[in-house]
């Protein structure tokens, strides 16, 4: 069955970075769209990143843009995600997501993982 498992999150100070990854199971991973989205307390999912199935394209919110890079390593199934310059407002929940092509929209992912906590204060 497909599986997506995210780990890395954590606490981290104003500034500082961390690396998510999302391990992937259950399916061809390189046939398939990969995404972040992330999702904090009180509000709606929002987009992060979105990577081609084979790594020749990515995208960015413009939230997250030029702090965040989104990679993948289709010979160990897996999806990063390095965040760097990290701000108080990227505190939420991050989750990886499949999809068949680029969507930004948490109804064009068919599967996603349970997400993992990151935390972003002082």
């Known amino acids: 069955q497909v599986q997506l498992v995210e780990s890395g999150g954590g606490l981290v100070q104003p500034g500082g970075s961390l690396r998510l990854s999302c391990a992937a199971s259950?399916?061809?991973?390189?046939?398939?769209?990969m995404n972040w989205f992330r999702q904090a307390p009180g509000k709606g999912p929002e987009w992060v990143s979105c990577?081609?199935?084979?790594?020749?394209?990515?995208s960015y919110a413009d939230s997250v843009k030029g702090r965040f890079t989104i990679s993948r390593d289709n010979a160990k199934n897996t999806l990063y995600l390095q965040m760097n310059s990290l701000k108080p407002e990227d505190t939420a929940r991050y989750y990886c997501?499949?999809?068949?092509?680029?969507?930004?929209?948490?109804?064009?992912?068919?599967?996603w993982g349970q997400g993992t906590q990151v935390t972003v204060s002082s």
């Open positions: 997501a499949r999809s068949l092509r680029f969507a930004t929209e948490l109804n064009e992912y068919d599967y």
């Open positions: 259950g399916f061809t991973f390189s046939s398939y769209y």
């Open positions: 990577i081609h199935p084979i790594g020749s394209s990515t």
